[in-house]
């Protein structure tokens, strides 16, 4: 029905008319007040009467308890006199709703600082503004090891560490500047005004000094820092997204030096980052054309002149025959997603070549494996890796080395992963002891087999009092907790000597007895190595002489 043309084809109940219109407006969920030429109320609803007292009471704007009215107004002409009729709604949850979806889609909800949207908007608006091409700075702002705050203290402490953080920062911002967190430890800064580049560095430094102080949450002293990246308007872009990249990029060269330091951008990044690019094609390309293989360092028994154990070491033989240890491109593999599956390659290779590593070292010695510690706290890989050491059928041959980093953070590793290779009867070894986040608490929750001393605790051992004392601290730990302790990185007759002559350690790893050997140099490597007795090592070593080992071609870098 069409009630426009069906009112104007005749009136609407003509008799009761005024009695309905007047109980309308009585009714009506909106405010009507009709005013005299002279300013005289001669009619207001209730709803109108509510808005009034609620417009007198005078509450502040942001007061979030506050009733919002908008008001209209309209011209009125009836029987030769003027009216002034005012319309008011009640706009509360209307607005509140807006203000809402404002904040949700321009701010982030835990630190309430502009989100990534608003800061790009802002510099985008600043560039169309400027029409001198006024300079100003971006910088990203990248909290480092957040990860392993978070993971260690839970994720309760790690938000409020990123609060305090940003607290921080206010401190040193403008009133002209603007902070917006842009990722889960990121923050971009803009900085306008720009001021002259050495006060501009020197105001950075001073902030990333700051946010090294302790932080206290929760009962925890909390050590932190920054590295940051800085890219300048008009020099290094003409747009947002060109200025972060480049300060992203920046940033990332500030972590590959010190952590917690400041890069400026500049457009050998660039360069820099073309080869990153390039690498990762082609370490791709030997994923598929299956160029990765393995080294095989020994684990030596140096009080028996036993070899126990052999470490599978990834590396890379490139298409020019080029050998790359895993320095040059396992954290690239890591952060590429592909660790997964070249640790599965690894396997694959080590149990086709065990033939060859029996002949070699005897069908008791055990096999360790490495695992980066982002794919331990990875259950769906792990439980995949736990069925293929399984399906050897030997699955006590192997040992899992990962780092300390997998064992004390607050990760799935010990509560999920570690039954599941305790009930195939596979070992576990905490590799680089003393190098990272060694918790000793933590440690008497663990259940390894093995403990490998860091390399950087035995480099020149004979000459540092206070290695000494950690070492045997740590030989100790071991004996109370039932673990092996191992030495990693033994490389001169000197350390060996203070190993066997200072301590009760029996197994070591390292160059002087030693380099990792490829399958073509296992067998001669390991005739050498069999001829080793503890009373000759020991006679050897005491005159400054390496075992009679003959040794493959150096291999260069760490074991991965």
């Known amino acids: 029905m069409d009630l426009t043309n069906e009112a104007a084809a005749k ?12 109980a309308v407006l009585r009714g009506a969920p909106f405010g009507v007040s009709v005013r005299s030429a002279e300013g005289e109320v001669v009619y207001a609803n209730t709803v109108a009467c509510d808005h009034a007292a609620s417009a007198q ?4 704007p942001s007061d979030r308890a506050a009733r919002i009215v908008e008001f209209g107004r309209a011209a009125v002409a009836w029987r030769d006199r003027s009216y002034d009729a005012t319309f008011s709604f009640d706009v509360t949850q209307q607005r509140r709703l807006e203000e809402d979806l404002f904040r949700r889609a321009y701010f982030d909800e835990l630190t309430s600082l502009p989100n990534r949207s608003l ?7 600043l560039i169309a503004e400027a029409a001198a091409r006024t300079p100003f700075a971006l910088a990203f702002i990248d909290i480092d090891n957040f990860k392993h705050i978070n993971d260690y203290y839970g994720h309760g402490v790690g938000d409020a560490l990123l609060v305090n953080i940003v607290r921080r920062i206010g401190y040193c911002l403008r009133p002209s500047d603007m902070l917006a967190r842009v990722g889960g430890d990121e923050f971009v800064l803009l900085i306008n005004p720009l001021s002259p580049l050495e006060a501009l560095a020197g105001d950075i430094e001073a902030l990333l000094q700051r946010l090294k102080e302790p932080f206290f949450i929760d009962g925890h002293e909390i050590f932190s820092s920054a590295s940051v990246g800085v890219s300048l308007y008009p020099r ?3 747009d947002y997204d060109v200025l972060r ?3 992203d990029n920046a940033m990332y060269r500030a972590k590959s030096g010190t952590k917690g330091g400041i890069h400026f951008f500049d457009p050998n990044i660039g360069h820099a980052a073309a080869e990153r690019a390039k690498t990762e094609q082609r370490l791709r390309l030997a994923i598929r054309d299956q160029r990765l293989c393995c080294a095989y360092q020994p684990k030596v028994d140096f009080r028996s002149g036993t070899v126990t154990g052999v ?5 890379w033989r490139d298409e020019e025959g080029v050998i790359h240890p895993p320095g040059d491109f396992v954290n690239l593999a890591v952060e590429l997603g592909l660790m997964d599956e070249i640790t599965m390659l690894v396997l694959d290779e080590t149990m086709a070549s065990l033939d060859r590593i029996d002949q070699a070292f005897g069908p008791e010695a055990r096999i360790s494996l490495n695992v980066a510690a982002k794919q331990a706290d990875k259950v769906p890989f792990m439980r995949e890796l736990v069925r293929a050491l399984d399906a050897t059928g030997m699955p006590q041959r192997f040992m899992v080395e990962l780092t300390e980093e997998a064992f004390f953070a607050k990760s799935q590793f010990q509560s999920h992963i570690l039954p599941m290779l305790r009930e195939i009867g596979a070992g576990v070894s905490i590799d680089d002891f003393g190098a990272g986040y060694s918790s000793l608490s933590a440690l008497a929750d663990i259940t390894a087999d093995e403990i490998k ?7 020149s051992i004979h000459q540092r009092p206070r290695s000494q004392s950690i070492l045997r601290a740590i030989e100790s730990l071991g004996a109370a907790l039932d673990m092996a302790v191992l030495v990693e990185g033994v490389e001169t007759a000197e350390e060996l000597t203070y190993l066997m002559a200072a301590t009760r350690i029996r197994f070591a790893q390292g160059f002087y007895f ?9 067998a001669e490597g390991a005739a050498g190595l069999a001829q080793m007795r503890a009373p000759r090592l020991a006679r050897e070593a005491s005159l400054g002489r390496r075992p009679p080992v003959r040794r493959s071609r150096p291999l260069g870098g760490r074991a991965f």
């Open 119 to 125: 800061m790009e908007q802002a510099v985008n608006g």
């Open 514 to 522: 030693a380099r990792p050997l490829f399958l073509d140099d296992v």
């Open 311 to 315: 470490e599978a070491l990834l590396r």
């Open 236 to 238: 290094d872009g003409a």
């Open 453 to 459: 001393v860091d390399r950087s605790f035995i480099a």
């Open 57 to 60: 009471a005078g509450a502040a």
């Open 11 to 22: 009136p609407l109940l003509p008799a009761e008319a005024p009695d309905l219109l007047a």
């Open 245 to 247: 990249a480049h300060a």
